[in-house]
C-alpha cells in the first residue's frame, strides 16, 4: 500500500492527567501515515484523487489545541478516527502522538503513543 507521511506537526494543547497541564498547557508532535491508493493521483497528477496534507493539518489542529483529553492515547484515538471518518480512501493509518516535556522529574526527548488503525 501506498503512503502519505506528514512528520513533526507542532501544537499548542491541553492534555495532560494533572490540572496544571490542562490549564497551562504545552507543545505536541503529531505524525501521520496514511495508506491509501496513490497511482491514480500519479498517473493523472490531480490533487482530487490523493489527501490534501494541508487540509489533513487544519482538521488535527482544532483536535489537538480546542479539545482535551487526559492521555495522548485518547488524544491520538480521537485523530485517528477523524481521519478515517473524513477520507474514505485512507485504508488504514498510524498516529504518533509526543509529548515533550512531560512532568517528571527526568530529562529525555518525550514519549510517544504509536496507533495503528484500520478501517474496519
Keep these: 500500500m501506498d503512503k502519505i507521511i506528514i512528520r513533526g506537526m507542532e501544537y499548542y494543547g491541553y492534555h495532560g492527567v494533572f490540572a496544571e497541564e490542562r490549564k497551562l498547557g ?6 501521520l ?7 491514480a493521483a500519479g498517473e493523472r497528477d490531480d490533487l482530487n ?3 490534501n496534507y494541508a487540509e ?9 489545541e480546542k479539545e482535551s483529553f ?3 492515547e485518547a488524544l491520538g484515538e480521537r485523530i485517528a478516527s477523524s481521519l478515517l471518518d473524513n477520507y474514505t480512501s485512507v485504508n488504514a493509518l498510524t498516529v504518533r502522538v509526543t509529548k515533550p516535556h512531560p512532568p517528571f522529574d527526568i530529562h529525555f526527548q ?3 503513543v504509536e496507533l495503528y488503525r484500520t478501517r474496519k
Design 26 to 31: 504545552q507543545r505536541f508532535y503529531i505524525d
Design 33 to 39: 501515515e496514511l495508506e491509501l491508493d496513490l497511482r
Design 49 to 51: 484523487q490523493t489527501v
Design 56 to 64: 489533513v493539518h487544519e482538521l488535527v489542529k482544532p483536535i489537538v
Design 70 to 72: 487526559q492521555l495522548i
Design 110 to 112: 518525550g514519549v510517544t
